[in-house]
Structures are given as structure tokens and as C-alpha cells.
């Protein structure tokens, strides 16, 4: 399941925004726009989360 979790595009082949801030989630959420961040906003995570 964690390789389903890993994408950063969407089926046609365009990019999903990447937020790094709380700031920038609640921004693209209210705007309904699609956004992807890491598990608490960390990097580190990517790996164990996808």
C-alpha cells in the first residue's frame, strides 16, 4: 500500500502541488485545489509512508 500512497502526479501526467507548510495545506484546501505533503510536514517520512 505505501507504493500506492508514492505519487506526485496525477494520471494525465500532471504534477499534484507540493505544500511544506501548514499554512500552504490550508490554503490549497480552501481554495479546493490538490496539494501532497509528507506525514507532519517531514521529509523523513517519505519513506516509511510514502
Not at 17 to 37: I, R, S
Request: glycine letters at 12%; aromatic letters at 14%.
Amino acid at each position: 500500500m505505501r507504493n500506492n500512497l508514492d505519487v506526485a502526479v496525477f494520471r494525465n501526467g500532471d504534477s499534484i502541488p507540493h505544500v511544506k507548510t501548514d499554512v500552504e495545506w490550508v490554503a490549497y484546501g480552501n481554495a479546493g485545489k490538490p496539494a501532497w505533503c509528507y506525514y507532519n510536514n517531514d521529509p523523513g517520512n517519505g519513506t516509511k509512508y510514502g
